[in-house]
Nanobody
Framework: QVQLVESGGGLVQPGGSLRLSCAAS????????MGWYRQAPGKQRELVAT???????NYADSVKGRFTISTDNAKNTVYLQMNKLKPEDTAVYYC?????????WGQGTQVTVSA
């Protein structure tokens, strides 16, 4: 079972930027899809962005043009660069790894966008 550890969350003002990292305990090349999801208080967890092993990226409409997902295979790490942050981006952000044999989640990192 892979371990996923997110980092990089915090408090940022509207319009600011953060970069989230998700470090995996083994090669992310073992997974078909790596993704970022988020859950705001009182809401269901939702997809933010995914990237396949073939580097195909998918984004939620609400973050298109502002967020970028990327990977560093040598570091077994997935990143989420978040720019032009809005208060509605406030949530706990989770990393997910998917393979034909199952999936794994990280523990999450809090992102708060507030003046």
């Amino acid at each position: 079972q892979v371990q996923l550890v997110e980092s990089g969350g915090g408090l940022v003002q509207p319009g600011g930027s953060l970069r989230l990292s998700c470090a995996a305990s083994r090669s992310i090349l073992n997974f078909n899809v790596m993704g970022w999801y988020r859950q705001a208080p009182g809401k269901q967890r939702e997809l933010v962005a995914t990237i396949t092993s073939g580097n195909i990226r998918n984004y939620a409409d609400s973050v298109k043009g502002r967020f970028t997902i990327s990977t560093d295979n040598a570091k077994n790490t997935v990143y989420l660069q978040m720019n032009k942050l809005k208060p509605e981006d406030t949530a706990v952000y989770y990393c997910k790894a998917e393979s034909p044999w199952g999936s794994a989640w990280g523990q999450g990192t809090q992102v708060t966008v507030s003046a």
